[in-house]
């Protein structure tokens, strides 16, 4: 199992740890004995990590003073690890992540083709999720990696992913037996004998131009069963083009769709008056009126030749509670004044805004009878518990 996808409650060697030092600052560290973990709030000793529960808050005294510095150790997800990986690329932040997967119904049935792989970000979302991932990189030096982490995080464990370094809009998404760029369970495809069969039923395409490689899709995508896709651009030039080709290919159910992430927090806000405002008004006013008499005053001493025109401010009050601009700041729900209850939203939300382009495929729509006799033959005397299907198990449709 890997790191990613199995679930423990203790911290032990040789596990992938998130460290969570900030919300801004979560580092990857290989649990080891005798080894330290340094941070500008002191250095924490693996040892210390050791056997604890994965969730425990690490604490040690700063040095020449009485305070602690603390970290967390947190078990790796697919979550943790978008917001803390080493950036090669942009990303696919969780906000869009999550939504792409549920509207692609990425299911642990789901064959998924995603291009390109990048830093690998959303690679780990699908690789827990889907029934097999087909990731494909052209960038060479990106490519190895990507490979050498999701062999670090132990994704090829599952026997689940397989990473292509391919050019998909010029050669396109078929996997051969001789291919030396294909890699899974730690093996080439040319070792392991995969067979070139994809039969892909969730498309992600994070390219710069899916366009190009749209038309490669037909050939490895489901035949009994619908194909979902989405296509993630930045641009809206982008999307028209991507949705030239979808026409052109006999995508339909096209739909696009823009990801805003924000997040909501609830804060107290003052019920201002009426009669506040006008009080306002009024000391504005009665403000401005002394400050007109005293300057007439002063302007009079200077044409009468009178030495000293300068006269003193007059001693004014401390400034009170202003609703309404500067003044003695109150505390939020203070009991003196009446509050109401708001949501104030945080801008610093990390979702690469990109526009959502979905379609949907469905290569043979008739009804193949022949299947569907096969397939009621095959399940006449199976018991319901035998046929709940397994991580695995391929999906039987019956449109053909
Ligand atoms: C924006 S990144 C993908 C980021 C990824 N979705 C993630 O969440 O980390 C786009 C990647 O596509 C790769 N790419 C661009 N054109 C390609 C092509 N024709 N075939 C394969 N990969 C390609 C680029 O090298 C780049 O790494």
Request: proline share 6%; hydrophobic share 30%; glycine share 4%.
């Given at each position: 199992m890997s790191h990613f996808s199995e679930y423990k409650d203790l911290i032990q060697v040789g596990d992938l740890a998130l460290v969570w030092i900030s919300r801004d600052n979560i580092k990857p560290v290989t649990i080891t004995a005798g080894e330290t973990f340094n941070t500008r709030y002191g250095s924490f000793p693996h040892d210390d990590m050791i056997g604890k529960p994965y969730g425990s808050q690490i604490a040690v005294r700063t040095k020449g003073s009485n305070r602690f510095g603390f970290i967390h150790v947190l078990q790796p997800t697919p979550e943790l690890w978008t917001i803390s990986l080493p950036h090669r690329t942009q990303i696919v932040y969780t906000p869009d992540s999550s939504y792409i997967m549920q509207r692609l119904q990425c299911s642990p049935h789901s064959r998924v083709i995603e291009a390109g792989t990048g830093s690998g970000s959303f690679s780990h979302a699908f690789a827990r999720s889907a029934g097999h991932l087909f990731s494909y990189e052209f960038h060479e030096v990106r490519y190895e990696q990507a490979k050498k982490e999701f062999e670090e995080h132990g994704l090829f464990r599952d026997g689940n992913v397989t990473i292509t370094h391919r050019d998909v809009c010029h050669d396109g998404f078929t996997i051969k037996n001789t291919d030396k760029t294909t890699f899974f369970d730690g093996k080439s495809a040319e070792?392991?004998?995969?067979?070139?069969?994809?039969?892909?039923?969730?498309?992600?395409?994070?390219?710069?131009?899916?366009?190009?490689?749209?038309?490669?899709?037909?050939?490895?995508?489901?035949?009994?069963?619908?194909?979902?896709?989405?296509?993630?651009?930045?641009?809206i030039e982008q999307v028209d083009k991507t949705l030239e080709a979808l026409e052109k290919h006999g995508w339909t159910e096209v739909e696009m769709v823009e990801i805003q992430g924000r997040q909501y927090e609830s804060r107290r806000?003052?019920?201002?008056?009426?009669?506040?405002?006008?009080?306002?008004?009024?000391?504005?006013?009665?403000?401005?009126?002394?400050?007109?008499?005293?300057?007439?005053?002063?302007?009079?001493?200077?044409?009468?030749?009178?030495?000293?025109?300068?006269?003193?401010?007059?001693?004014?009050?401390?400034?009170?509670?202003?609703?309404?601009?500067?003044?003695?700041?109150?505390?939020?729900?203070?009991?003196?004044?009446?509050?109401?209850?708001?949501?104030?939203?945080?801008?610093?939300?990390?979702?690469?805004?990109?526009?959502?382009?979905?379609?949907?495929?469905?290569?043979?729509?008739?009804?193949?009878?022949?299947l569907v006799q096969s397939i009621i033959e095959e399940h006449k005397d199976v018991t319901p518990e035998s046929t709940l299907p397994g991580k695995k198990d391929k999906k039987q449709s019956v449109n053909k």
């Open positions: 070792e392991a004998q995969q067979p070139a069969c994809i039969g892909a039923d969730v498309i992600f395409l994070d390219l710069p131009a899916p366009w190009d490689a749209i038309p490669n899709l037909d050939c490895v995508i489901s035949q009994n069963s619908k194909t979902s896709m989405c296509c993630f651009s930045p641009c806000q003052m019920v201002r008056h009426l009669d506040d405002a006008l009080q306002r008004l009024r000391d504005v006013r009665e403000r401005k009126q002394v400050g007109v008499e005293r300057r007439k005053r002063m302007f009079n001493k200077i044409i009468s030749d009178q030495e000293e025109p300068y006269e003193e401010r007059p001693e004014t009050p401390k400034t009170q509670f202003n609703p309404f601009g500067k003044g003695s700041r109150v505390k939020e729900g203070d009991s003196n004044y009446s509050w109401k209850e708001v949501s104030k939203v945080e801008s610093e939300i990390k979702s690469h805004t990109s526009y959502l382009t979905f379609a949907s495929k469905i290569v043979h729509k008739a009804r193949n009878e022949e």
